[in-house]
Structures are given as structure tokens and as C-alpha cells.
């Protein structure tokens, strides 16, 4: 072991996180390190974000083949979706927002230490030969695919998001275990490219929805495009020819299983038992969200890590924050962003502020559209999925939305808006909904809970009634 190095601030873990620290931090101090194990270029870049998205983008291409004819245009039946092709370009583009990544820890030098980090007291840290002490200490070290310990004896036969994007082509036969976001991007990704998928969850609604009629609409939507079992507990089996998996009410022999049944944050061998701070069952301990700091050390816990909001952007604010924290002298409290989530299925499902299942139903007033007759998703064959907003019934104040639509990442952006400037249903009507937009969508469902509440004048235009007339609605 070398003699111990001091400095200001150690960062572990040069993932989103960790990097919105350390361009915090670079702006204070140059006195810090960066730890980091394993591959750099991060999760969402390297494995997530945006593999998935390019996957799910090749398989939206393919798939819009389905709907060619009925735009009155023909021959959409002899494409070909050629899987190595698609999984090179996903590579490729994977590799592009990677080298992207890496720039940002390029000139770091000796500061940039590639370890294992463990804590060995409230100031200490391990990694590999190093022994650095730092007044302060941001971790950040992500979360990893969960994979059933019975399920590991299937080898290369299950895959997570880690492996996906390295398969040089696909089986014939998939099933995905979790039917969370990752499960259904990818496992309509792979029923569009042309693989058949059997898709399972041990919960009874698919991508964490908690309004029951969302869930609804959205599994049925899915299930038109592969086979869904929800309440299912999965059992897989050597069989001749694959993998068998066997559930209550079932069994289905497939090639590869992809696990998708969650993450698990990296706290293991991470030494936060070091730290003399209560830690849960889990291994967790107390992280204030405004703060980003474990109890009242001086230690940060940032990103998926502290297992508070798994998404990138709040990664982000975390690695910010906890950087922002770890360079100064009294404690920052920063508030946080109205929640905002986008699962990138086709329609996409989206969540923004409160969720149905947060609400009490008897303070609320519920306004809802179905885009099944919507003029703007009828032109675009797009028309179907349902939107629900959610108001307080004592003001009209919007609260939330949940919704399986077509573009719902734009409007649950609009809306995440509107929730954060604590706007009523009155003042979004007052808005201009320009004709044919998907927003329209947006004002039927705004309107009805306008209804409810008493008139704010004479005339908030927009708000006035339906004209009546599909195409213009
Ligand atoms: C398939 C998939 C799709 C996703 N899609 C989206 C999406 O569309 N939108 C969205 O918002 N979010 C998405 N996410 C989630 C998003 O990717 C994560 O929330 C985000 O990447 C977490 O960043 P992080 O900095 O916490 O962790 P990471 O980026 O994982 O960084 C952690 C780093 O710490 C290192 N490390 C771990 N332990 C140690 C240690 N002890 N010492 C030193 N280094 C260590 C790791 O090797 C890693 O480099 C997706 C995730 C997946 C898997
Ligand atoms: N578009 C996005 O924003 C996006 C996309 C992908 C991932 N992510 C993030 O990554 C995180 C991890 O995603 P995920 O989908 O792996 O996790 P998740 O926690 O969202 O979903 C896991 C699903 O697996 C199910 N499950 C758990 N154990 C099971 C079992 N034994 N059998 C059957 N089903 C089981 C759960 O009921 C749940 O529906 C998410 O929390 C999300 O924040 C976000």
C-alpha cells in the first residue's frame, strides 16, 4: 500500500452522477479524486438510456411496416428486419454517445483512479493500492441488473440489460421476467423486430402504473404484441430445446430469458457500515434528498445508488447537488422536480406530479381523453391510448397525470410545467391549443374537469364547450 493521499474531495463512481458532481466540485477545488470501477462511459450511455432507446427506434421503424397499407401504400411486407445489422448500429451509436462520456474524465490524470472504492471510516476510502483520506466524499456507484441466484446455472442463456446490446444476433424465442420500464421497452422492442416474446410480472399492472384504467388500456395495448402474464411467479427449466418457463396457468419453452425484474443499488462491499450510521435492511442509510447527505456526516450518496429515483435526470440533480454540498461550508437545500416519467413503449407511458395511486380519490377530480377517436392521432394512425389528469377539487389546482399516448413525453414536459407553476385547469385552458395538435387531446380531458369546478368568468375560451365535431376537437 502507497502512503495515504488527502484532499478536499473524493467522488466514487463516474457514472451521471458521479460526473454531475465532479463538474461541480471542478469549479471550487482542484483538490479531489475520481474513483472508478469497471467500465467508464455510464450506465445510461454504455447499457441504458440510449442503447434502449436506439434499439427501440430500429424496431419502431420496422414496425410502422404494419401500417403502411392502410396509408395506401404498398409492399411494407417485404422488408426485412436484419437483427445483426440493427444490434451494430445500436453499437455504434452506443459508442458515439460513450467516446461523448469519456471526454469529461479525459484530463483528470493521476486524479482519475480506476479501483473498487470501500469506506473504511466516515473519511476514509480503499481503492486498490490507494488510501486516501477526504473531507468529504460523494458516492455514486449506480445500481446493477437484479438476476435470480437459481438463474445464474442458464449461463449466457440470461440476459440483462448489461448484455443485450453485446448479443451479435437474436433467437427466435424471448422471454423477459419484469415487465417494469425495462422489460416493456424491450420486450415490445423485440416482439416489433420480429422475435416472439412472452413477457411475465409477478405484479398485477405492467411499468409501475398505479392508475388501474392506465394499466389497463396500456397492457392491452401491449398484449397485441406479445404475450403478457401478469400475477405470474416464473420457474425456469432445462427443456430439449431451451429454456422452459413455467408459471401458474402455463409453460412456454424460449431460447433467452432477460431478466428485467429490477436494479439493486451497489452498496455491497462499499463500507457504509463503516460509517457508524443506521443502515436499513437493504443496507441503506438515512440520505436527505435536498441535501444529498447521509445523516450528518459529511459523506453524499448520489444517483441510483441511494435508491430514491432511479431515472437519469434525477441522477443528475443528485451528482449536482451532492457536488455542490461536498465544496461548501453550510449545507445547500435544494428542491426537487416535480416527478416526470417517460417509459419509451409505443404508445409511450408517462407519469408526471402525483400519481392516482398518491391521491385521495375524494379530494380529486379526474378529467380524462381516449385518443381512440382523436382527429390528430386518427391522421397519424396513432389513435389510441388514454390520458388522466388529475385536479384538486377544491381549487382546480393540476396535480398530476398518468397516461399510456401517443407522445405522452411531450405532454407529460408541458404538464410537469404547469404542476410546477401551480396551475389550475382554468389558467391551462387559456392556453392556445393550436388545430390539429395531439394537445388537443390534452384540452378534452381539461375541460371535463372544468366542468366540475365553478366557471373562473364569463368566458375562458379555450374552456367553452366542444364544438362537437371530431375533426376538430
Ligand atoms: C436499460 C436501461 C434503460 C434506461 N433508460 C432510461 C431512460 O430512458 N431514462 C432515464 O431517465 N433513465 C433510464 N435508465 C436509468 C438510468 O440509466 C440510471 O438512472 C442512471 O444511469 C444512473 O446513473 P448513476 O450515476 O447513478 O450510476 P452509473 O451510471 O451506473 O454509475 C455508477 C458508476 O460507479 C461505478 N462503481 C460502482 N461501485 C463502485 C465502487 N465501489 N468504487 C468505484 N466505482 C464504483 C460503476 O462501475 C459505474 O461506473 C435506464 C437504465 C437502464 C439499465
Ligand atoms: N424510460 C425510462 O425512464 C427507463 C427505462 C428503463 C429503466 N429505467 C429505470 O431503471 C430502473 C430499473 O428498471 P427495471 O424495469 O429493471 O425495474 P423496475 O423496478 O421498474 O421493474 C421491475 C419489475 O419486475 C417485476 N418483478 C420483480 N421481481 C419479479 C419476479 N421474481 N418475477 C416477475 N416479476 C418480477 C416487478 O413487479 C416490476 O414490475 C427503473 O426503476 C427505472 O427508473 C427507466
Redesign the pocket.
Known amino acids: 500500500m502507497s502512503n495515504i493521499e488527502r484532499v478536499d474531495v473524493a467522488i466514487v463512481g463516474a457514472g451521471t452522477a458521479g460526473l454531475a458532481a465532479l463538474r461541480e466540485i471542478r469549479k471550487r477545488t482542484d483538490d479531489f479524486v475520481l474513483i472508478n470501477a469497471g467500465s467508464y462511459g455510464t450506465t445510461c450511455a454504455r447499457v441504458g438510456c440510449m442503447p434502449?432507446k436506439a434499439l427501440i427506434a430500429a424496431a419502431n421503424a420496422f414496425h410502422a411496416r404494419t401500417r403502411l397499407d392502410e396509408f395506401g401504400i404498398r409492399g411494407g411486407e417485404a422488408l426485412v428486419a436484419d437483427i445483426p445489422a440493427v444490434l451494430h448500429r445500436v453499437r455504434v451509436l452506443r459508442d458515439h454517445f460513450v467516446s461523448g462520456v469519456l471526454k469529461a474524465t479525459e484530463d483528470l490524470g493521476s486524479r482519475n483512479i480506476a479501483a473498487h472504492a470501500r469506506l473504511d471510516g466516515p473519511n476514509r476510502l480503499i481503492a486498490g493500492e490507494h488510501v486516501i483520506e477526504a473531507k468529504r466524499i460523494v458516492l455514486a456507484p449506480g445500481s446493477s441488473?437484479i438476476v435470480?441466484e437459481q438463474w445464474r446455472a442458464f449461463g449466457d442463456r440470461i440476459i440483462t440489460s448489461d448484455t443485450l446490446f453485446e448479443q451479435k444476433d437474436l433467437p427466435r424465442r424471448i422471454g423477459v421476467?419484469?415487465?417494469?420500464?425495462?422489460?416493456v421497452?424491450i420486450a415490445q422492442a423485440l416482439a416489433r423486430l420480429g422475435i416472439e416474446v412472452y413477457g411475465?410480472?409477478?405484479?398485477d399492472r405492467i411499468a409501475?402504473v398505479s392508475d388501474e384504467r392506465i394499466a389497463q388500456v396500456a397492457q392491452d395495448l401491449l398484449a397485441q404484441e406479445f404475450a403478457i402474464h401478469l400475477g405470474?411467479?416464473?420457474e425456469l427449466a432445462e427443456a430439449d430445446d431451451g429454456i422452459e418457463m413455467r408459471w401458474d396457468g402455463g409453460n412456454v419453452v424460449v431460447d433467452k430469458v432477460i431478466a428485467?425484474?429490477?436494479?439493486r443499488p451497489n452498496l455491497k462491499g462499499l463500507g457504509l457500515d463503516t460509517l457508524g450510521v443506521p443502515l436499513d435492511d437493504k443496507g441503506m442509510p438515512e440520505v436527505d434528498s435536498n441535501t444529498m447527505r447521509i445523516g450528518d456526516t459529511t459523506i453524499f450518496l448520489a444517483g441510483d445508488a441511494n435508491g430514491q429515483r432511479?431515472?437519469l435526470h434525477e441522477g443528475a440533480d443528485d451528482g449536482h447537488i451532492a457536488g455542490l454540498n461536498a465544496t461548501s461550508e453550510n449545507p445547500i437545500h435544494l428542491s426537487r422536480r416535480i416527478p416526470l416519467?417517460?417509459?419509451?413503449s409505443d404508445p409511450q407511458i408517462a407519469s408526471v406530479g402525483q400519481r392516482a395511486g398518491e391521491l385521495n380519490p375524494r379530494t380529486i377530480l379526474t378529467g380524462e381523453v381516449s385518443f381512440a377517436r382523436q382527429g390528430r392521432a386518427r391522421t397519424m394512425q396513432e389513435n389510441y391510448g388514454l390520458l388522466r389528469l388529475y385536479a384538486a377539487r377544491e381549487n382546480g389546482r393540476l396535480l398530476g397525470a398518468e397516461m399510456v399516448a401517443p407522445a405522452a413525453e411531450h405532454m407529460g414536459h408541458l404538464l410537469a410545467l404547469a404542476i410546477g407553476q401551480k396551475l389550475t385547469v382554468h389558467d391551462l385552458l387559456r392556453m392556445p391549443f393550436y388545430h390539429p395538435t395531439l394537445e388537443e387531446g390534452l384540452r378534452t380531458a381539461l375541460r371535463m374537469i372544468a366542468r366540475e369546478l365553478p366557471p373562473c368568468s364569463i368566458s375562458d375560451l379555450a374552456g367553452c364547450g366542444p364544438i362537437g365535431v371530431e375533426a376538430l376537437e
Do not use: M, N, Y
Request: hydrophobic fraction near 45%; charged fraction near 10%.
Open positions: 434502449s441488473p435470480p421476467v419484469g415487465l417494469g420500464a425495462i422489460g421497452e411475465f410480472d409477478g405484479a409501475g405470474a411467479q416464473v428485467s425484474v429490477g436494479r432511479p431515472l416519467s417517460v417509459v419509451f
